[in-house]
């Protein structure tokens, strides 16, 4: 009996010439969802001079980035799921029209409070991702499906830096910018860029995933991303250990975002949106959470408050990996040890 083939496939396969992933469809999706999600994480380098502009402390605008996780969760929660129900085309419209207005919004706030309603609207309409992402997983054949998701998250590599450890880059311009660094606004800013350096690990990533399974690559993400905080905590005032420290948190980030998404999207690839939502709404809310937390940290304790807190909520991770994904990986592997498992 022949399957049906989804409107979405049918389009997107009429687009690339040919069934399949494509590397030009892959290449598109991969480009719009890496400039339409760094709208979330555009403010973080901005807040001292946000702060001078509207001649508010850096302690109110603080909050900024928090307000940004929440919406995103909310847009998730409430838009995302029309994708498996509505035609993605116009679902696409209507969210690149409502961020045009809302973007325009937030570049003319005139106050604070203004500018915190603009972020609300602008992070709940940037999920044109988490629509694109599912078309891309049915896209992709089962063997490729980790690297698909792998080389869309290169493009969203500025999101994946920022989504798990809000904390970190809801609070590191503070500290870039005071003792013993000292450095403008502008030029701490620059340290987002050295996330182009955490893509390179992308397609290594996606092999992992297809070859292993994506539940070792995770293991293995969250041990780098341990390794992160604690340069962070230990190289606070030097140099070197902060890019190291950014380095490796984008690679671990990243790596693991595309790790628990193969994961979800293989589940039920028929609603493939509403599992990326449920998934997707609880990681922007612990997001939500962690930026909040960082910056109350920051301004209490400082930033080895922050680190601390960034070690123990990645150490969490990695023992909760142990506990629920590894025993019962090992235990597959042992019922089949010729590998014919699917890993995930």
């Not at 290169?154 to 660094?181: E, Y």
């Not at 606004?185 to 690990?201: D, E, H, K, P, V």
């Not at 092999?207 to 690559?217: E, K, V």
């Not at 041990?223 to 905590?233: P, Y």
């Amino acid at each position: 009996m022949t399957k049906p083939v989804s409107t979405d496939m049918r389009e997107a396969e009429s687009c690339a010439g040919t069934p399949g992933a494509s590397p030009l469809v892959v290449g598109l999706i991969a480009l719009c969802t890496g400039i339409t999600v760094s709208n979330l994480y555009l403010t973080q380098p901005l807040l001292p001079l946000v702060a001078e502009s509207l001649r508010v402390s850096t302690s109110q605008v603080g909050f900024l980035p928090t307000i940004g996780q929440i919406g995103y969760a909310l847009g998730i929660l409430l838009i995302v799921p029309l994708g498996d129900v509505l035609r993605r085309r116009g679902l696409l419209t209507f969210v690149l029209v409502g961020l045009i207005v809302a973007l325009a919004g937030a570049a003319l706030a005139p106050s604070l409070g203004y500018l915190m309603l603009a972020t609300l609207f602008v992070s709940s309409l940037t999920i044109l991702p988490q629509i694109l992402i599912p078309l891309a997983s049915q896209l992709a054949g089962d063997e490729h499906r980790g690297r698909v998701l792998a080389i869309i998250g290169a493009m969203l590599l500025q999101g994946t830096i920022f989504a798990t450890f809000n904390m970190f880059w809801t609070t590191i311009v503070f500290m870039l910018t005071a003792s013993p660094f000292g450095f403008s606004t502008g030029t701490a800013g620059l340290f987002g860029l050295l996330g182009i350096l955490s893509a390179t690990s992308a397609p290594l990533v996606g092999r992992l995933i297809d070859r292993r399974g994506p539940i070792p690559t995770l293991g293995a993400c969250l041990l780098i991303t341990i390794g992160s905080a604690v340069a962070f905590l230990f190289g606070g005032t030097q140099l070197a250990a902060v890019i190291i420290a950014i380095v490796l948190l984008g690679i671990g980030i990243q790596g693991g975002m595309s790790a628990n998404q193969t994961r979800i999207l293989t589940i039920r690839p028929e609603a493939g949106s509403r599992m990326n939502t449920i998934f997707l709404v609880l990681i922007f809310a612990c997001g939500a959470a962690g930026g909040a937390a960082g910056s109350a940290l920051y301004h209490a304790a400082g930033w080895s408050a922050v680190c601390i807190s960034g070690i123990w909520v990645s150490a969490a991770g990695f023992i909760a990996w142990l506990v629920l994904d590894y025993a019962g990986f090992r235990n597959s592997e042992q019922r089949d040890p010729a590998g014919s498992n699917p890993k995930a």
